[in-house]
T-cell receptor, first 113, second 112 residues
Framework: EPEVTQTPSHQVTQMGQEVILRCVPISNHLYFYWYRQILGQKVEFLVSFYNNEISEKSEIFDDQFSVERPDGSNFTLKIRSTKLEDSAMYFC???????????FGPGTRLTVL | GESVGLHLPTLSVQEGDSAVIKCTYSDSASNYFPWYKQELGKGPQLIIDIRSNVGEKKDQRIAVTLNKTAKHFSLHITETQPEDSAVYFCAAIDSGNTPLVFGKGTRLSVIA
């Protein structure tokens, strides 16, 4: 069964450094998402991406965040200058059509020291 | 915007008993309600969902019911097993908006 994959599973970085989190969505899906989950809290929406552009973003997704689909299979989340409060699990999700049945990857645990 | 609330942060049941987790939502325009199961160290996995034109949906031991008047929907797990132990998240969305709005999650513990 096709699934969303994410790399790395765990990323440790120093405050102020740039990180890139990678995702490979399910191949025939058209909508892509990033969510984050701070330890013990609920899953929060960051950004959605369709037709090679951002379709929606939350207030969390400020100028330090960016997304890209560089090669038709990967979907990346870049954090330019990480802060301590960026430490969280970051989940990529994809969906075959608008809004429904989002399938989540296993997540990347980002630790900012 | 949508706000999703979960009534119980934790729920413990004996193996074989039923578990019910209830979730409320605020936006009457919401029309899609998924339930996700999250095991330790893993991403949320969709286990069942319901659309607003249906009142109940069942898949083996799992069912979801929707009460649009009261704006709540519930996850029902029958004949619980230890492997059902996980955190369960409800979410809601309306067709005019793509991001899922998640509730806080209920940690279900099934005691053998």
């Amino acid at each position: 069964e096709p699934e969303v994959t994410q790399t790395p599973s765990h990323q440790v970085t120093q405050m102020g450094q740039e990180v890139i989190l990678r995702c490979v969505p399910i191949s025939n899906h058209l909508y892509f998402y990033w969510y984050r989950q701070i330890l013990g809290q609920k899953v929060e929406f960051l950004v959605s991406f369709y037709n090679n552009e951002i379709s929606e973003k939350s207030e969390i997704f400020d100028d330090q965040f960016s997304v890209e689909r560089p090669d038709g299979s990967n979907f990346t989340l870049k954090i330019r200058s990480t802060k301590l409060e960026d430490s969280a699990m970051y989940f990529c999700a994809s969906s075959p059509d608008r809004a429904h049945e989002q399938f989540f990857g296993p997540g990347t645990r980002l630790t900012v020291l | 915007g949508e706000s999703v609330g979960l009534h119980l942060p934790t729920l413990s049941v004996q193996e074989g008993d039923s578990a019910v987790i209830k979730c409320t939502y605020s936006d009457s325009a919401s029309n899609y309600f998924p339930w996700y199961k999250q095991e330790l160290g893993k991403g949320p996995q969709l286990i069942i969902d319901i659309r607003s034109n249906v009142g109940e949906k069942k898949d083996q031991r799992i069912a979801v019911t929707l009460n649009k008047t009261a704006k709540h929907f519930s996850l029902h797990i029958t004949e619980t097993q230890p492997e059902d132990s996980a955190v369960y998240f409800c979410a809601a969305i309306d067709s005019g908006n793509t991001p899922l709005v998640f509730g806080k999650g209920t940690r279900l513990s099934v005691i053998a």
